[in-house]
């Protein structure tokens, strides 16, 4: 998703974390490949994905 203010590389940075996410890369390994402190930042690319976040999954 494209937005006018992103640049380039975070759009790729973006796919990339989806594709991965699509392929059943758990959530730890993405949230490491894109440097994200937080799980929480990894789980809005499920939202890309329409599915729920893997927190939330997880405790239900």
Known sequence: MCSA???PAH???HTAACLWLAHRVDL???QAWCD???AATTDRYLH???T???SRAWSA
Do not use: E
């Open 5 to 7: 203010n992103s640049s």
């Open 11 to 13: 759009d790729l940075r």
């Open 28 to 30: 730890a390994t993405v």
């Open 36 to 38: 994200h402190k937080s």
């Open 48 to 50: 890309f994905l329409g």
């Open 52 to 54: 729920v976040p893997m």
